[in-house]
């Protein structure tokens, strides 16, 4: 370290310029103002040593500071600490839930956490969802616009009430269609017998006809 350095290490401390007058004799406020410009900080920053009042006295330019800083006579005084560890200890435990209880709440349950927030929360999640098993194909877009305009009536509290709602309504979907292809198959089924009972009873008319005129034609 500089001598200057460590003497002010050691407990020396520069004075201000109405002090450095008073206590050594002699006036090194313009000293102080040259030096702050020098070492680009404020006069508070700047310590003179006072073992060398005379030479200090005698710089009046700038090149004078700057050689009598280089040889250590005057000195800016390093920057305060100003530690953050405490506060990030107690950042780190409220994060866990630590220190919030009623005692230390100062807002109102609205302010601390508006009911709007949770809710623009929530329909982006739901929004999210929607959106991701559309693009996946797992529901179709009519099925999408409904569900949508569901969230956006409250109908889902959460993610999980809305996959099980979700579930449940392609379950349904899929027994409907099922439902509606045995109904299909059913009708298409019947149809057949239908049109073969049909074309039986003409074969069996066509053939009690033809019988009838062979009877006729006997009889003659």
């Not at 100003?82 to 209880?101: I, P, Y």
């Not at 956006?152 to 292809?181: S, W």
Request: aromatic share 4%.
């Amino acid at each position: 370290l500089p001598p200057g350095l460590s003497r002010l290490c050691s407990g020396a401390r520069g004075l201000p310029a109405r002090e450095v007058s008073t206590a050594m004799g002699v006036n090194l406020r313009v000293q102080k103002r040259l030096a702050s410009a020098v070492l680009k900080c404020g006069k508070r920053k700047i310590w003179l040593d006072p073992n060398e009042t005379n030479e200090i006295s005698m710089a009046n330019s700038r090149q004078n500071i700057r050689k009598l800083v280089k040889d250590g006579f005057i000195i800016k005084k390093p920057q305060k600490m100003h530690s953050r560890a405490r506060c990030l200890k107690h950042l780190e435990a409220v994060r866990k839930g630590r220190h919030t209880g009623t005692g230390k709440r100062r807002g109102t349950a609205e302010a601390r956490l508006p009911t709007k927030v949770l809710w623009m929360r929530r329909q982006r999640v739901l929004r999210r969802l929607l959106k991701k098993y559309r693009e996946q194909k797992k529901i179709d877009k009519h099925l999408y616009h409904d569900l949508y305009m569901k969230s956006r009536g409250n109908v889902f509290k959460n993610k999980r009430v809305l996959m099980e709602h979700i579930h449940h309504a392609k379950k349904e979907k899929a027994r409907e269609k099922a439902l509606q292809e045995q109904a299909e198959a059913r009708r298409l089924k019947n149809k057949a017998a239908r049109e073969r009972r049909e074309a039986k009873q003409l074969a069996a008319a066509g053939a009690a006809k033809e019988e009838a005129k062979a009877e006729k034609k006997e009889k003659k």
